[in-house]
């Protein structure tokens, strides 16, 4: 609302009402996972049994705690190397995409552009299914032609990091773009005539003012590949990640433990949030 148009009591009371109610039906479902992350009881629901800590540190079974399961802390591992691998990966080629997009002007570039964003609108399975039969249909033929095994083209980790690879980029290009194209040229023209490469300028100039954006790519990059699973359980193979394993838990049948995933999964996406809004939210808003 424009702030200079006067407003009703009963407009301004209307209003907190709804962004209480708002706020409450996103952080109500989160609050439950918290809580009965702490009940002692064998199954995530009511009635309330008690408080405990068993679900974070039991040693033994049946209330087998976070802290001594090996096969979770196994799936955290796979998760965070393929998190890292698909962040690495999506942010370099951004940045790239960005400069392409932004300073480049060549024919096709509006449909380049289009095929670049196809993959925001495609489901992640059919994304997943598409590249799992892609992958496939190339390792058997060289498998049935010469005779050439190529593991990296079955299911496993490796596709599973082109597959979020190929979405997770197109996210990141547009938050470095929208950052370049608000870039002042003429800094970089100061450079090169003060002597500067164009490379040299780009490294010197341009990348420290992008450098809020990428790292909130990276970000956003880690959180969405820790955290994906449609396309995750398309491409998976023996090694799990933490998006399935708590899919493969689920079907047994929930404990506790599960809550304590998703609470400690909470708090760290509210860390990189809160670190990310101090690294580069407060640089941004002065400049």
């Not at 049946?62 to 196994?74: I, M, N, T």
């Not at 996210?171 to 023209?189: H, P």
């Not at 003012?209 to 820790?226: C, E, K, Q, R, T």
């Amino acid at each position: 609302m424009i702030p200079s148009i006067p407003q009703s009591t009963l407009f301004k009371s209307s209003f907190r009402l709804y962004a209480f109610i708002f706020f409450a039906f996103l952080m109500a479902p989160l609050v439950v996972v918290a809580v009965f992350a702490f009940n002692d009881s064998m199954f995530p629901s009511l009635p309330w049994h008690g408080f405990t800590w068993d679900w974070f540190f039991s040693d033994s079974e049946p209330k087998l705690g976070l802290f001594h399961d090996p096969q979770l802390y196994q799936s955290i591992a796979t998760s965070f190397l393929v998190a890292t691998c698909t962040t690495v990966l999506a942010v370099a080629l951004a940045v790239n995409n960005a400069f392409l997009f932004e300073r480049s002007t060549f024919r096709g570039k509006s449909i380049l552009y289009m095929l670049m964003l196809l993959p925001l609108v495609i489901p992640g399975v059919i994304l997943g299914v598409s590249i799992l039969i892609m992958s496939s249909s190339i390792a058997n033929y060289f498998d049935d032609v010469w005779a050439i095994d190529i593991e990296l083209l079955r299911p496993g980790l490796t596709l599973v990091v082109i597959g979020q690879f190929a979405f997770i980029t197109t996210i990141c290009t547009l938050i470095v773009a929208a950052r370049l194209r608000n870039f002042d040229l003429s800094l970089e023209e100061a450079a090169l005539n003060l002597g500067a490469s164009k490379l040299q300028a780009i490294r010197t100039i341009t990348i420290p003012y992008l450098l809020p954006a990428i790292i909130g790519a990276a970000v956003i990059s880690f959180l969405m590949s820790f955290e994906n699973f449609n396309t995750t359980l398309m491409l998976v193979g023996s090694d799990s990640p933490l998006t399935i394993t708590l899919y493969d838990r689920l079907r047994e049948g929930a404990t506790p433990v599960i809550n304590v995933v998703s609470l400690l999964l909470m708090l760290a996406s509210v860390v990189l949030a809160l670190g990310n809004y101090f690294l580069t939210g407060r640089k941004s808003t002065a400049e």
